[in-house]
């Protein structure tokens, strides 16, 4: 079993940079789990803010979505506003990407900060109803949640809804349709959620990362957010390092460190390293050259064509067949679509078809070049990301494993280890 599969089964080291202005997700004390009296001696009562309050304190301090998207929080609550009508809020935790366990972190050791971000959403566009939405790993937080109702602590009642465990189940309209009762798959844009989402109302889908930051900003305020991080991206956020690290697990640090410093909060590499994923598997590949010298913000990473996505981190170590790595998620993701448009139905097949040919069966430069064609023609026309997504990790990792590439047109290979770093789940 590789190191990453036992980090995905909960192996989580929650190291902590130690700078307590970096957002205080995890702590001095990552090992800790804090049940409701805990939570409350560690960080106090919620303070009781009107809606107006909750939106100023999300815009002042800068705090962004981190499910992946970074969208300002801020905006997002203005539109769900501005939409009226009876809203509704969705805590998203439902992590379909494999690589990820930040999420999972978080409704396991601290929950209500989750809880907490919830209800000051919900207060913010005066919802009617809220929902947690989490795999059904996390249905322990039944009682957490019954346990806050009962201490009136909660004013807005909330549900925990269960997410499949599919990598699309967590795209926002996915998450809708899945709490409705139908299947977790995206819905064709538009309307936007924040506009007639769950039921037909105005719906705030949230990661849940996102919320239990609004919750820290909400009791020590946005001068303290702001004390770390970029101007642009402040505070700090959650990585699931794993890979060729020598402990693999969910770290935490500001905005902007390099991406060096974050491997070495996982304990840095066991290995030389070829390359390093960054955002999972509708993320990008960055060469091991590029990983020295990066920052993990979005601007600096624009650079190089990536972002912190929902920042899981994967360090590649030479010896591991980069194409190899590359045909296994590829025929997942084709898997994993929706199969509702021609995009995901036939394209994204027909690609993981052509990558396998180029990674294990000794083929010809018309695979490599039908390969690129076929890239081309699904992006930009599914009825959600997912075909782009899949495109960029691709595209990017054909970039980065160019040498290889061109070893398996020429028959060969540079692997020497048969390790599978990528975690994929069962196809059901």
Same mark, same amino acid.
């Given at each position: 079993?590789?190191?990453?599969?036992?980090?995905?089964?909960?192996?989580?080291?929650?190291?902590?940079?130690?700078?307590?202005?970096?957002? =205080?997700?995890?702590?001095?004390?990552?090992?800790?789990?804090?049940? @409701?009296?805990?939570?409350?001696?560690?960080?106090?009562?919620?303070?009781?803010?009107?809606?107006?309050?909750?939106?100023?304190?999300?815009?002042?301090?800068?705090?962004?979505?981190? =499910?992946?998207? *970074?969208?300002?929080?801020?905006?997002?609550?203005?539109?769900?506003?501005?939409?009226?009508?009876?809203?509704?809020?969705?805590?998203?935790?439902?992590?379909?990407?494999?690589? &990820?366990?930040?999420?999972?972190?978080?409704?396991?050791?601290?929950?209500?900060?989750? @809880?907490?971000?919830?209800?000051?959403?919900?207060?913010?566009?005066?919802?009617?109803?809220?929902?947690?939405?989490?795999?059904?790993?996390?249905?322990?937080?039944?009682?957490?949640?019954?346990?806050?109702?009962?201490?009136?602590?909660?004013?807005?009642?909330?549900?925990?809804?269960?997410?499949?465990?599919?990598?699309?189940? =967590?795209?926002?309209?996915?998450?809708?349709? &899945?709490?409705?009762?139908?299947?977790?798959?995206?819905?064709?844009?538009?309307?936007?959620?924040?506009?007639?989402?769950?039921?037909?109302?105005? %719906?705030? #889908?949230?990661?849940?990362?996102?919320?239990?930051?609004?919750?820290?900003?909400?009791?020590?305020?946005?001068?303290?957010?702001? &004390?770390? *991080?970029?101007?642009? $991206?402040?505070?700090?956020?959650? $990585?699931?390092?794993?890979?060729?690290?020598?402990?693999?697990?969910?770290?935490?640090?500001?905005?902007?460190?390099?991406?060096?410093?974050?491997?070495?909060?996982?304990?840095?590499?066991?290995?030389?390293?070829?390359?390093?994923?960054?955002?999972?598997?509708?993320?990008?590949?960055? %060469?091991?050259?590029?990983?020295?010298?990066?920052?993990?913000?979005?601007?600096? @990473?624009?650079?190089?064509?990536?972002?912190?996505?929902? /920042?899981?981190? #994967?360090?590649?170590?030479?010896?591991?067949? *980069?194409?190899?790595?590359?045909?296994?998620?590829?025929?997942?993701?084709?898997?994993?679509?929706? +199969?509702?448009? +021609?995009?995901?139905?036939?394209?994204?097949?027909?690609?993981?078809?052509?990558?396998?040919?180029?990674?294990?069966?000794?083929?010809?430069?018309? #695979?490599?070049?039908?390969?690129?064609?076929?890239?081309?023609?699904? #992006?930009?026309?599914?009825?959600?990301?997912?075909?782009?997504?899949?495109?960029? $990790?691709?595209?990017? /990792?054909?970039?980065?494993?160019?040498?290889?590439?061109?070893?398996?047109?020429?028959?060969?290979?540079? !692997?020497?280890?048969?390790?599978?770093? @990528?975690?994929? !789940?069962?196809?059901?």
């Amino acid at each position: 079993m590789t190191a990453m599969t036992q980090t995905m089964t909960g192996n989580y080291t929650g190291n902590y940079t130690g700078n307590e202005a970096a957002g =205080g997700l995890i702590g001095p004390q990552p090992a800790a789990v804090l049940d @409701l009296r805990g939570h409350l001696a560690q960080h106090g009562q919620l303070p009781s803010l009107g809606p107006h309050d909750v939106v100023r304190l999300a815009r002042d301090a800068g705090l962004t979505g981190h =499910g992946g998207a *970074g969208f300002p929080l801020w905006r997002k609550l203005e539109a769900v506003i501005n939409s009226g009508g009876r809203a509704v809020v969705v805590a998203n935790g439902a992590e379909g990407e494999p690589a &990820s366990a930040k999420d999972r972190w978080l409704l396991t050791h601290r929950p209500h900060l989750v @809880l907490d971000g919830l209800q000051l959403v919900a207060r913010a566009v005066r919802a009617g109803d809220a929902y947690l939405y989490a795999s059904e790993r996390h249905r322990g937080l039944d009682h957490l949640i019954a346990e806050r109702r009962a201490a009136g602590i909660d004013a807005v009642r909330v549900e925990r809804a269960a997410a499949p465990d599919r990598f699309i189940s =967590g795209e926002e309209s996915a998450a809708i349709n &899945s709490i409705a009762g139908g299947l977790a798959i995206p819905s064709s844009k538009p309307p936007r959620v924040v506009e007639r989402g769950l039921r037909g109302r105005p %719906t705030l #889908v949230s990661n849940v990362e996102t919320l239990a930051l609004l919750a820290l900003v909400a009791r020590r305020g946005p001068a303290w957010f702001r &004390s770390a *991080g970029t101007a642009d $991206f402040p505070g700090s956020m959650l $990585f699931t390092v794993g890979g060729a690290v020598r402990h693999p697990g969910v770290v935490e640090a500001p905005h902007g460190t390099p991406l060096t410093e974050v491997l070495e909060l996982a304990g840095g590499p066991t290995s030389r390293l070829q390359a390093v994923l960054l955002g999972g598997y509708h993320g990008s590949w960055l %060469t091991a050259e590029e990983a020295a010298s990066a920052a993990m913000s979005r601007s600096d @990473l624009a650079a190089y064509g990536a972002s912190p996505g929902a /920042g899981v981190v #994967v360090a590649l170590a030479e010896g591991v067949c *980069g194409l190899a790595e590359l045909s296994r998620v590829m025929t997942y993701l084709a898997q994993e679509s929706a +199969g509702q448009c +021609g995009p995901c139905l036939n394209g994204l097949p027909r690609i993981a078809e052509q990558v396998r040919s180029l990674a294990f069966d000794g083929t010809d430069a018309a #695979v490599f070049t039908e390969l690129q064609r076929l890239s081309g023609l699904v #992006v930009g026309r599914g009825a959600c990301h997912h075909p782009d997504g899949s495109v960029r $990790f691709l595209r990017t /990792g054909l970039r980065v494993f160019a040498d290889e590439v061109a070893m398996h047109l020429d028959r060969r290979c540079t !692997r020497t280890s048969d390790d599978r770093v @990528l975690p994929v !789940r069962m196809v059901r």
